[in-house]
């Protein structure tokens, strides 16, 4: 999808994924906050399923991780996106990271496209108003109760 040809297109539209800066691939992110919900695997086939249980450190209101530069240190189990992972499934449908990795623009809503962060709300992509907090999950098992599944939304 990168095209070098038009030095005036978006930076996401004339630089591959591994090519990026980090301030470009910091600027992908819409705050969606949807790669921040837990998910439950199932051990015989594999298939990952999300909860609408969000990790302890995303910022329900923004999108947004409370201490991004130390969740790694905080959140044994977050996984740092990087190119090499873009094209993973269990990354919502809607992420910048996955649909570029897939050669697909990136939607209208995306801040990058509309010029702002409330649109990611507007469009309700973000899991803002009905993720649940993890410390309001009185168990890991109790997470089975929470699953939710994204419809494969295109732009």
């Not at 978006?10 to 301030?23: C, G, I, Q, S, Y």
Request: proline fraction near 9%.
């Amino acid at each position: 999808m990168p095209s070098p040809a038009n030095p005036n297109a978006p930076f996401w539209l004339r630089t591959p994924l591994h090519a990026l800066n980090t301030e470009q691939w910091e600027a992908l992110c819409d705050g969606c906050g949807r790669c921040c919900l837990h998910k439950l695997e199932d051990e015989e086939s594999g298939e990952v399923f999300y909860t609408q249980v969000a990790c302890r450190l995303l910022d329900l209101e923004r999108g947004r991780c409370r201490d991004y530069p130390n969740r790694s240190r905080l959140q044994p189990e977050c996984v740092r996106v990087d190119p090499a992972l873009a094209q993973l499934e269990w990354l919502p449908p809607t992420c910048a990271y996955r649909l570029l990795a897939a050669g697909r623009p990136l939607p209208a809503w995306h801040p990058l496209v509309s010029g702002s962060f409330e649109t990611v709300h507007q469009a309700g992509i973000s899991v803002h108003g009905w993720a649940v907090p993890e410390d309001q999950i009185a168990s890991a098992d109790e997470m089975q109760d929470f699953l939710i599944e994204f419809a494969d939304e295109d732009s």
